[in-house]
């Protein structure tokens, strides 16, 4: 049986695939149903618009049935459709695969929850399985994304959600990477862009592609996806364990990942202290931010709120921080990952010195604390 073919007539592998707005999410499907090989695929794609048109493109290049889910985001509000949509087409059609079309500003961890855990509503029958997690990043717009603030539709679950957000969670959980659109930037543009997304992701297998070319057996029936795996091996998760993001699965550079990041000015470092920040001038740096950090993540103690755990995530110029726990038996400390290219390791280190609070302050009554800031 030819690799990537299912195992199984009655078991129906799920491929969803995430990304920007234009990164080329449609083309790889249209690829998909247009070179499928032996496998009958049945296709679910979501858009925020209330006139699909990525399922219209789609459903112009093939004679293959395409359920439409518009007007709303699979991530949260149409969770019970995609689930329900699914179990449909289970029931209706022949197929032996199944792909599932993100829009474009779909968070993918509440996605692949909704299709392996159920919703509140229901759940996938058993004979689905979440196969692979698939993220397309549009190479040429990627720096782009980092130094603009750009608005989501009216119609996002967030409409204060930053697209800078969204793109890193998408490239965070994923286990296939497609960098799409490598013929629109040069080579060394297009070496340090997949530098800083694999600080960023370390574990999934990278591909370069342009207009989404890529054979059909890396992004379906890999067996690749793992819930926990991909959550534990982010990049930032890896940094803060004091693991080397240093595998490159399934693409070889022929240098190891230091020197790539080393020639192309991408690090990263974590910041630790065992004291507290005073709250105003933590909240003033956050304020400040340097456009040379990509995405910063982890654990704050703060004098204002000494019982609770602040947690701090900042993609591109979107910064959030707020209470995610309580310190408990723990010793309160920080533990802040940052990832960037050029980045100032002493700069930004004297920087968050110099919001640490003093001996009196750490005991200080606050009378306002500007604790949570964003939707943390």
Known sequence: MPYGMVTSSSEIPITVISGPLGAGKTTLVNR?????????????????GEVNVDAELIADETEEGVVDLSNGCICCRLQDDLVAQATRLAEERSFDYLVVEASGISEPVPIARALTEGTNEDSLPDRFRLDTTVSVVDAYGFWKA?????????????????????????????????LNKCDMVPDDA???IETAIRKLQPRATLHRTTYSDVDPSAVLNTGSFDFEAVRRQQGWKRALSGEAANEHPGHDHGDDAVSAAEAHGVESFVYRRERPFHPERFDAWLDDWDGKIIRAKGFAWVASRPETVLGVSQAGPSVQAGPIGE??????????????????????????????????EQTEAYATDPFPRGSA
Do not use: H, Y
């Open 146 to 178: 980092f130094d603009s603030e750009e608005s989501l539709p009216d119609a996002a679950p967030d409409p204060e959600r930053p697209l800078t957000e969204v793109l890193v969670d998408q490239i965070e959980f994923c286990d296939v990477l497609l």
């Open 190 to 192: 297009r070496e340090s």
């Open 32 to 48: 998909l149903l247009n070179n499928p090989g032996e496998r009958r695929i049945a296709v679910i794609v979501n858009d925020m």
């Open 327 to 360: 310190w408990g038996d723990d010793d309160p400390a920080t533990r802040l990952v940052f990832i960037g290219s050029d980045l100032d390791e002493a700069a930004v280190t004297d920087e968050l010195d110099d919001c640490l609070a003093a001996s009196d």
